[in-house]
């Protein structure tokens, strides 16, 4: 972000990320009177919640966030209500494959003796790690099949979207592995994919967007209370280099 500290007056809030967490807020603080830039890295809306059209262009996709889990995701139930927008049921698969760095692990989903073994890997791991030890480290210290360990790895990549060192192994180990196997889990998703609620949370955030802009800098105000773990103090403090 290079814009100075006096042209920050040109808005009363400065939003980083047109993900759905920023759009909502900029929403928020639209309804509550405010001006508001929203600065985004990239080059569209949504973030995570990305769509791409298959390769024969027939039919949208989502990539990235998909499920909504009824009774669990409450804010985003509530954010679809708002709009009036349906769900619709996945399709139960035909097959099923896991795939993990390019090589199918398994044409099969978890059977139940295969979701206790991953239980009794998952409750070991919540027992046997500390709050600095990372999953990648704990899963391999467990005593997990290549089955279990491939699927875990295939599912972390597609609910957390990074590697399995970038978890927290205590946080995954208490992470019931039913929820995690079971199919019907991942069963509504929304209708015309995440960029139906992505777009009617847009067209009322009130926001100027300004695109492929990454803000490297935030400056934080002595007078204002902490609200992070960052320390308040004057100047400008880089969002790479957490103190
Ligand atoms: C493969 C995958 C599958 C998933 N499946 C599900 C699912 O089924 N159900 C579910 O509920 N969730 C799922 N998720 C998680 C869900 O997508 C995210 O929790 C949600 O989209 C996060 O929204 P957000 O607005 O908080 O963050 P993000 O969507 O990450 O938005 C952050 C935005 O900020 C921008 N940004 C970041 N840093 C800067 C910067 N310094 N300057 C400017 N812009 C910046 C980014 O470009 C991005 O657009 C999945 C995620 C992935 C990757």
């Known amino acids: 972000m290079n814009a100075s500290p006096t042209k920050q007056s040109e808005v009363d809030v400065v939003v980083i990320g047109a993900g759905l967490a920023g759009l909502i807020a900029s929403r928020q603080l639209t309804e509550a009177g405010k001006t508001v830039l929203i600065l985004e890295a990239r080059d569209g809306l949504g973030g ?4 791409r059209c298959l390769q024969d262009r027939s039919v949208y996709v989502d990539f990235g966030g998909t499920w909504i889990i009824p009774g669990e995701h409450a804010h985003a139930e509530a954010e679809l209500d708002r709009y009036g927008i349906d769900r619709v049921r996945t399709p139960d698969p035909d097959t099923f494959a896991t795939r993990v760095e390019g090589r199918v692990s398994a044409r ?8 206790a073994d991953a239980s009794a890997v998952l409750a070991q791991i919540a027992a046997d790690s500390t709050a600095k030890t990372d999953f990648a480290e704990a899963l391999a210290s467990a005593n997990a099949s290549p089955l279990i360990a491939d699927w875990m790895q295939a599912l972390n990549r597609f609910l957390n979207g990074c590697e399995l060192s970038d978890v927290s192994a205590r946080v995954m180990g208490t992470y019931p592995a039913e929820a995690w196997a079971d199919p019907d889990h991942y069963s509504d998703q929304i209708t015309g994919t995440t960029q139906t609620l992505v777009n009617a949370v847009a067209s009322e955030a009130g926001a100027r967007i300004r695109f492929n802009t990454e803000a490297t800098f935030v400056h934080v105000d002595d007078a204002a209370p902490a609200a992070s773990p960052w320390e308040p103090g004057p100047g400008w403090r880089s969002m790479r280099e957490p103190p």
Do not use: N
């Open 108 to 115: 099969r989903s978890l059977d139940e003796a295969d979701i």
């Open 48 to 51: 995570r919640l990305y769509a």
